[in-house]
């Protein structure tokens, strides 16, 4: 009878989880304090036992990487991974046992990201040396290509929404906040960032919004970019009823483009919410970026109001901040300044102004 030889990858991966473990409980007995701490937190083995059992899955590292700084549902990582549904709810669910993922609702869509707190004190360590360790390791080349799949239709969807509802999207995004709401604060931040008389701006799906004047007013040249070829026209029709001579139009995917030139200033106004992959864009951003030029992100905070991806094609109901600072330092970031401006309606706005980290 043949023996089946075990795959060279499993072993390997394996290998380094263990390290991990071994490399966290060395440290754990050399500090004889956390042993209280464990009969404090933790009565029984248990959840070491979940974790454990959790990372000894080759699928389940997998949707771990997955998860690294984005969020999926179910039927997306289903896609990705090129599983069924049955299975990968399973996997999810011990997942989620162990304290390694956990749901997030989106109106009434479901998705999944990496855990953000444990709630055992002494698996701290070992669940962030996990993480790490398993960050170490690159996504299968199938699950990267089905991964852009995903991201691509996502980008697919918004853009055939604009393109569907462009006439009244104006309108209906003005039911949760109009720009003359926080065009002063947004006037002061932009004043206080040094510039030369012919720095560069870049916006990304700019539409018909008034900051367009804001940019041409401050930058000597302004590009802006968008996915939407409807949203673009309206665009160029705002900037010719300005008289706005300094503004040129692209459209493409900003996620898929390359830098042409390096940019002072890049804005995103309203529209990471609707970006296939947040994370993905301060990773893009940066590569735009000049070494003294300024990421200008303003979007909501996390809400509940579903009908926003009705009638706005949300894809996110908002951020956490610290989701936006954590991207942010990841893709070579600092935080410069930051502002929160509560409307009546009970939506909360965001301001963010990052800089590259020159010294990373």
């Given at each position: 009878?043949a023996?089946?030889q075990?795959?060279?990858g499993?072993?390997?991966?394996?290998?380094?989880?263990y390290?991990?473990?071994?490399?966290?409980?060395?440290?754990?007995?050399?500090?004889?304090?956390?042993?209280?701490?464990m009969?404090?937190?933790?009565?029984?083995a248990?959840?070491?036992?979940?974790?454990?059992?959790?990372?000894?899955?080759p699928?389940r590292?997998?949707?771990?990487?997955?998860?690294h700084?984005?969020?999926?549902?179910?039927?997306?990582?289903?896609?990705?991974?090129?599983?069924?549904?049955?299975?990968?709810s399973?996997?999810?669910?011990?997942?989620?046992?162990?304290?390694?993922v956990?749901?997030?609702k989106?109106?009434?869509?479901?998705?999944?990201?990496r855990?953000?707190?444990?709630?055992?004190?002494?698996?701290?360590?070992?669940?962030?040396?996990?993480?790490q360790?398993?960050?170490?390791?690159?996504?299968?080349?199938?699950?990267?290509t089905?991964k852009e799949?995903?991201?691509?239709?996502?980008s697919?969807?918004?853009?055939?929404?604009?393109?569907?509802?462009?006439e009244?999207?104006?309108d209906?995004q003005?039911?949760?906040?109009?720009?003359a709401?926080?065009?002063?604060?947004?006037?002061?931040?932009l004043?206080?960032?040094?510039?030369?008389p012919?720095a560069?701006?870049?916006?990304i799906?700019?539409g018909?919004?008034?900051?367009i004047?804001?940019?041409?007013?401050?930058?000597?040249?302004?590009?802006?970019?968008?996915?939407?070829?409807?949203m673009?026209?309206?665009?160029?029709?705002?900037?010719?009823?300005?008289?706005?001579?300094?503004?040129?139009?692209?459209?493409?995917?900003?996620?898929t483009?390359?830098?042409?030139?390096?940019?002072?200033?890049?804005?995103i106004n309203?529209?990471?919410?609707?970006?296939?992959?947040?994370?993905?864009?301060?990773?893009?951003?940066?590569?735009w970026?000049?070494?003294?030029?300024?990421?200008?992100?303003?979007?909501?905070?996390?809400?509940?109001?579903?009908?926003a991806?009705?009638?706005?094609g949300?894809?996110?109901?908002?951020?956490?901040?610290s989701?936006?600072?954590?991207?942010?330092?990841?893709?070579?970031?600092?935080?410069?300044?930051?502002?929160?401006?509560?409307?009546?309606?009970?939506?909360?706005i965001?301001i963010?102004?990052f800089?590259p980290?020159?010294?990373?």
């Amino acid at each position: 009878m043949a023996v089946r030889q075990p795959r060279q990858g499993n072993i390997y991966q394996n290998f380094l989880i263990y390290v991990a473990i071994y490399r966290v409980v060395i440290k754990m007995a050399s500090h004889s304090f956390l042993y209280t701490a464990m009969n404090a937190y933790i009565p029984t083995a248990d959840p070491l036992i979940r974790l454990t059992k959790a990372v000894g899955d080759p699928l389940r590292l997998e949707v771990l990487r997955l998860l690294h700084q984005d969020s999926y549902g179910v039927l997306e990582l289903c896609r990705i991974t090129d599983t069924p549904q049955s299975g990968m709810s399973h996997h999810l669910r011990i997942l989620n046992d162990a304290n390694l993922v956990e749901r997030r609702k989106e109106g009434t869509s479901i998705f999944y990201r990496r855990t953000t707190k444990t709630p055992h004190a002494v698996l701290e360590a070992l669940t962030q040396t996990l993480f790490q360790t398993i960050d170490q390791m690159p996504l299968s080349l199938e699950s990267q290509t089905r991964k852009e799949a995903v991201h691509r239709e996502r980008s697919r969807r918004s853009a055939a929404f604009f393109e569907e509802h462009h006439e009244q999207l104006k309108d209906n995004q003005e039911l949760i906040t109009e720009f003359a709401q926080y065009r002063e604060c947004l006037s002061d931040l932009l004043q206080s960032v040094d510039r030369h008389p012919h720095a560069t701006a870049l916006e990304i799906g700019a539409g018909s919004s008034p900051l367009i004047q804001l940019l041409s007013q401050q930058y000597g040249n302004v590009t802006c970019v968008d996915n939407s070829e409807a949203m673009l026209s309206a665009t160029r029709a705002a900037t010719q009823a300005w008289g706005l001579n300094n503004v040129d139009c692209r459209y493409a995917d900003f996620l898929t483009i390359k830098p042409h030139a390096q940019m002072d200033l890049l804005v995103i106004n309203m529209v990471l919410h609707h970006i296939a992959s947040p994370s993905s864009f301060f990773e893009t951003a940066r590569a735009w970026m000049e070494p003294e030029g300024r990421l200008l992100v303003i979007d909501l905070c996390p809400h509940d109001q579903d009908w926003a991806r009705e009638i706005c094609g949300d894809q996110w109901l908002g951020f956490d901040p610290s989701d936006l600072l954590t991207w942010a330092l990841d893709a070579g970031f600092r935080s410069d300044q930051t502002a929160y401006l509560g409307l009546k309606n009970g939506f909360q706005i965001q301001i963010h102004l990052f800089q590259p980290n020159i010294e990373l």
